[in-house]
């Protein structure tokens, strides 16, 4: 059995999907990813709820990360329950079953001088 690594509450508060790109799709489509490594022995169930300044949060978005893999997910590519709207300010809490990383990358493709962040999300427990 492995170490648990990571925590089972994470939350990013910078949250934003540019309105267009610049450069080939999908490679340069502006995104938001959440990155998750679960490196348990433990298939990882997610709970991303988004946050907003001016509605109610919406979720929870399910997503699974089988043990001893990762994921990247796309935040432009969730769906159901709704959306998220690009131009958007907006923040996110991803709770999990079992302790993973999580980390927040940006690509921001709006000019040719393409914008990459990343940063690892805060842990709470």
């Known amino acids: 059995m492995n170490q648990p690594i990571g925590r089972t509450c994470w939350a990013i508060a910078e949250g934003y999907i540019p309105a267009y790109s610049n450069g080939p799709e999908p490679q340069f489509t502006s995104h938001e990813t959440v990155c998750i490594l679960n490196a348990g022995d433990q298939d990882a169930q ?3 709820t988004i946050y907003y300044s001016d509605k109610e949060p ?11 893999r990762t994921k990247h997910i796309r935040f432009n590519n969730l769906k159901d329950p709704e959306t998220i709207p690009l131009d958007t300010d907006f923040a996110s809490v991803i709770k999990s079953n079992v302790p993973i990383v999580v980390q927040h990358t940006r690509l921001d493709s709006r000019q040719a001088e393409n914008a990459l962040l990343s940063t690892i999300a805060y842990a709470n427990n």
């Open 46 to 48: 997610i709970e991303i």
């Open 58 to 68: 919406v979720g929870p978005y399910r997503e699974t990360v089988p043990a001893r």
